[in-house]
């Protein structure tokens, strides 16, 4: 049985509600890790739920960093005004504009990187694995490894979180859908740079 103390303490670490954090002390027994989990999955079910809802609402915020030469803006989306009015999810801006000028992310998601670019980036690699002695029989799972690294380098959303690199921007967009229960998008972003 979970304690009182074991459940506030997880329901501030987490965001989920006192309801939900008992369900999921409950089901892993005790183990605070286990429960994290455990609402974690039930966050990315929930997002899922949501992510065919309409984001029509939301905000618009820049970020420059301190030496003045470089910023980015983003268009974060979610449902209603009311979220869009929220400091939660106007810090959540904030953060994904931060990260954007540090991270300089050019795509939003890994599918959305031209085929071209990655074409003339495999000619690349494939140049200096040929010079490496690479074997032919492993040259495209090498390849592939090396394609889909970089999909997720160049993507907003595969993109490891500045403030926290254990978890990706699509990953904090999904546990703040879970926390605020609507749906959350980003928009479109620019990085402008001297």
Known sequence: MATLEQIKSLRERTGAGIVEVKKALEEAQGDDQKAIEILRKRGQEKAMKKSDRIAGEGVIVSYVHSNGRVGSIVKLLCETDFVGRNEEFKSLAQDIAMHITAANP???????????????????WAAQLASENKPED?????????????REENSLLTQPFIKNPDQTIGGLLTEKISKMGENIQVGEFSRIEL
Request: glycine share 4%.
């Open 106 to 124: 050019k795509y939003l998601k890994p599918e959305d990187v031209p085929a071209e670019v990655v074409a003339k980036e495999k000619e690349i």
């Open 138 to 150: 492993i040259m495209d799972t090498i390849l592939a490894g090396k394609e889909k690294k970089f």
